[in-house]
């Protein structure tokens, strides 16, 4: 549904960031939505180029991804569960409260109303707002888009998507799965394979699989001081037993990553020699892992580990509003713990990390070869240092968001240059949007089978959930009233957690000194 590349080069100067999180003042030329050059020096270029040379205070960012997210619920306002910590996600997700709140919720409103047709129309519009939400904070790649496991995966509008190998710079052959799990709870509550590790398994030997980004023992870790749950700790110790991983070289020939992976025990070396041999990733997500099981893993061990660690988002409902706002929050929680993971690596798990997770180069860097790929921010922070500017930033801040070269949202001084049809940003998205604008190419439709119109449509989407006694989130993390106020809980909660891991680590050494 996106155009291919910008039908003209764009020629754009300014301080680029590497993935180190350094940065230098070049040019970079980009050509049929690839990165055709990067110098010193301004390369040749045609009359009908598109030239843009920033200022002083801007900085191009590569392009974030985001390898674990549920975007069909990413209009919903925050979840607070009745029964929060849960031991895992089985807990959560077979209450009453999530199933009344959220399921049905996410059931009526992208089914309700309409023929089939109207119907998926419905369903391409949400998943278009919702790449909207994601690209207004820099993420120009998601994992799939709308619904894991979907039959027919909708087509992106705005950002790449793991469903689509040829947006990632694969073969169009190859495939990116995305399994909502590998395990489930028999009635005995132990872990059983599900079909799923069948699929994996035949297009792995088909040699048809580029990569796969599985949920995986997902629940309480025990660090701090607390036991683990036992569910969440035995799916982990059953993945490492089943048939299907014991081939080491024929699972690290395509990609694998775990997503939350909280019954890793980074203290016993089975389980970290077991990944570090299968080249197999883990998709942190702290913040979800926080409001739900009020802990997380022990990340650093993981890094120290030799652990590739990508982040994911999860969900608007208990998680972060984009990857960028995942990163920050990370951040945090790091200092927090008083964790050795620096700045760079960090950076590393929204970009080139996370796009070591998909078995490509082409996305996650600035550089000749790679797709052009990028957003630009105008910093209010003084200083010379990318990342700190990076951390500090809001996506209030974002001046444009480029995929394949072609700007797909920003601010309208901006985007003036490019040929293009520009939907200001709804009004009631705060201040935030007051000079925003995005593109929606004119193919993608309402129900009644109309251009969609972001702001009417966003005010119909809006109506609906009022009818439900359910307040719409906003786009931009920068005007969510409620989400920001659930993160400020939320940071409390990590202060307090950070004291208990470090008076545990404590324990742990006096221990290991015979103290």
């Known amino acids: 549904m996106i155009p291919e590349a910008q039908p003209r080069d764009l020629l754009l100067r300014g301080k680029l960031v590497q993935p180190d999180g350094s940065a230098a003042d070049r040019y970079l030329l980009v050509r049929d939505g690839t990165i055709a050059s990067i110098g010193r020096s301004r390369p040749p270029r045609s009359d009908d180029t598109t030239y843009v040379e920033l200022g002083p205070d801007e900085w191009v960012f590569p392009g974030l991804l985001d390898l674990h997210t549920h975007s069909s619920y990413n209009l919903y306002p925050v979840w607070d569960g009745d029964a929060v910590p849960y031991p895992n996600r089985f807990a959560w997700r077979n209450a009453a409260d999530y199933q009344r709140d959220i399921r049905d919720l996410n059931r009526w409103f992208l089914d309700s109303g309409g023929d089939p047709e109207a119907k998926a129309r419905r369903q391409q519009m949400i998943a278009a707002f919702a790449e909207l939400q994601a690209i207004a904070g820099g993420t120009t790649t998601l994992q799939e888009s709308y619904a894991l496991e979907a039959p027919d995966p909708l087509e992106p509008v705005l950002c790449r998507s793991t469903a689509n190998p040829l947006d990632l710079g694969l073969a169009a052959d190859r495939t990116v799965m995305s399994v909502v799990d590998f395990f489930r709870p028999d009635d005995d509550g132990r872990p059983a394979p599900t079909r799923n590790l069948d699929e994996y398994l035949a297009a792995r030997e088909a040699d048809t699989l580029a990569a796969t980004l599985v949920h995986l023992a997902e629940g309480r870790s025990g660090l701090g001081g607390g036991q683990p749950d036992p569910y969440t700790r035995a799916e982990f110790e059953a993945f490492m037993a089943h048939p299907a991983f014991a081939d080491a070289a024929a699972v690290a020939a395509s990609p694998l990553a775990l997503i939350h992976g909280c019954g890793i025990d980074p203290d016993d070396d089975r389980h970290l020699a077991f990944l570090r041999d299968r080249d197999i990733s883990v998709i942190w997500s702290p913040s979800s892992n926080l409001l739900l099981y009020r802990e997380t893993i022990d990340v650093e061990k993981l890094v120290a580990g030799g652990i590739n660690v990508a982040l994911g988002s999860d969900w608007s409902p208990s998680g972060s509003k984009h990857i960028w706002d995942e990163a920050k929050f990370a951040k945090f929680y790091l200092q927090a713990m008083g964790s050795a993971v620096s700045d760079a690596d960090l950076f590393g798990m929204v970009t080139v990390h996370a796009a070591r997770c998909l078995g490509t180069d082409a996305l996650g860097r600035l550089a000749t070869g790679a797709k052009a790929d990028f957003f630009v ?11 700190e500017v990076f951390f500090k930033t ?68 809006e109506d609906l959930l009022k009818s439900k006694d359910v307040k719409r989130s906003n786009l931009l993390s920068d005007s969510d009233v409620p989400y920001r106020a659930q993160i400020r809980d939320l940071r409390k909660i990590t202060v307090d957690y950070g004291w208990r891991v470090g008076y545990e680590k404590h324990q742990e050494w006096k221990r290991s000194q015979g103290l």
């Open 377 to 387: 921010l105008r910093s209010p922070v003084a200083s010379d240092n990318a990342l």
């Open 394 to 461: 809001t996506d209030r801040d974002v001046r444009a968001v480029l995929v394949g070269g072609i700007p797909r949202y920003g601010a309208a001084d901006f985007l003036a240059p490019f040929p293009y049809e520009w939907q200001p940003m709804p009004a009631r998205e705060g201040s935030a949007v007051v000079d925003k604008r995005v593109h929606l190419p004119p193919n993608l439709v309402n129900e009644a089978g109309e251009p969609v119109s972001v702001g009417a449509d966003l005010d119909r989407l």
